[in-house]
């Protein structure tokens, strides 16, 4: 019988060591010696991911949460909107795992010529069909775009969910115009809640997040595929408390991402009734949120202060061909 071969870093080609972390029962963390990216192992073979992808994971309509939390959503699109104008103040821009195309329709309102790429086929046609948004249906990598034809293209919370970040970042820099810019969101695996938690960290979120980056790891990808890094923010209000909380609680004991399940709408959640199906531990849950939100709050600061933030945002520049 032939061995399988032998698992090597995605990003630098070395072969990896035994995992340092077991997240689950099947899923693993191993952390190149050569390079220092950390990999989900075994990763899952891109064409077997789709089922840890089911309808429950984007919801009915692609709306996830509670209609309070949705009605936030608009808000926090409107930051990343003007977070991209700090750089590029019109132009033509690619938002790269879309979902429903919030934020390319912002973007559309805001003067920007805006298409949308989606590996869901039912995300993709609210996008397309209520808002008019052209979207690519697939991976960055597979995509049809002309060379040099955008001014922004964004990654946002999508690079950790490719098999082969570089491969991504190297199409996006392909399709990039000289100067351009490239948004990038990841959890940051080098951050506070994330060394707090754990297996417990609501961000590791295997076996779908492929990779887990550190700041220095994600900036040397970045030169090393053509990019020169503008700035990085270590403050997300939308990802970094919830980070905290959810991480604090699974870490106390209580059913792992229990919150996150009482705070989405039914056709979203793993267990369709929390109330019924785990009342003491739901109404437990209710009963510590005040600290816990409180802390919260403070550790992200902190986490800012540190620049150790829960995930981090960075905006880089296409360098070469001026
Ligand atoms: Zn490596």
């Known amino acids: 019988m032939m061995e399988p071969p032998a698992p090597r870093c995605r990003l630098c080609g070395a072969g990896l060591p035994e995992p340092f972390l077991e997240v689950t029962e099947d899923f693993s963390l191993v952390r190149c010696e050569s390079c220092g ?3 989900t192992s075994p990763p899952v073979a891109p064409a077997g ?3 840890w992808y089911p309808p429950s994971y984007y919801g009915e309509g692609n709306r996830r949460f509670n209609s309070v939390l949705e009605g936030m ?9 003007k977070a991209i104008e700090r750089f590029v103040s019109k132009g033509k821009m690619l938002d790269v795992g879309c979902g429903r195309g919030i934020l390319p329709a912002l973007m559309r309102e805001r003067g920007w010529e805006a298409h949308g790429l989606e590996f869901s086929e039912t995300a993709a046609r609210h996008a397309r069909e209520e808002l008019g948004i052209p979207v690519f249906v697939g991976s960055l990598t597979d995509s049809p775009y002309e060379p040099e034809s955008f001014d922004a293209v964004v990654l946002w919370h999508v690079l950790e969910h490719v098999p082969d970040p570089a491969e991504a970042l190297a199409k996006a820099h392909q399709i990039l115009r000289p100067g351009g810019l490239l948004v990038v969101a990841v959890p940051n695996f080098e951050s506070l809640q994330a060394g707090f938690s754990g297996r417990h960290w609501f961000h590791l979120d295997v076996p779908r997040h ?8 994600l900036k040397r990808m970045l030169k090393s595929a053509g990019f020169s890094v503008a700035d990085i923010s270590h403050l997300s209000i939308e990802y970094n408390p919830y980070g905290w909380i959810q991480s604090i609680l699974n870490r106390m004991g209580f059913r792992f991402n229990l919150l996150y399940d009482l705070l989405k709408n039914p056709s979203a959640r793993s267990l369709k009734s929390p109330l019924l199906e785990a009342p003491v531990q739901s109404l437990l849950t209710v009963g510590v949120l005040p600290p816990v939100v409180s802390a919260s709050f403070a550790l992200t600061i902190l986490e800012v202060l540190l620049r150790r933030g829960g995930t981090i945002e960075v905006y880089a520049r296409r360098t070469g061909g001026e």
């Open 37 to 39: 990216l950390v990999a």
């Open 49 to 51: 991911i789709g089922r």
């Open 73 to 81: 959503i608009p808000y926090f699109r409107d930051r990343r909107a």
């Open 210 to 217: 492929y990779h887990h980056f550190g700041v220095k790891v």
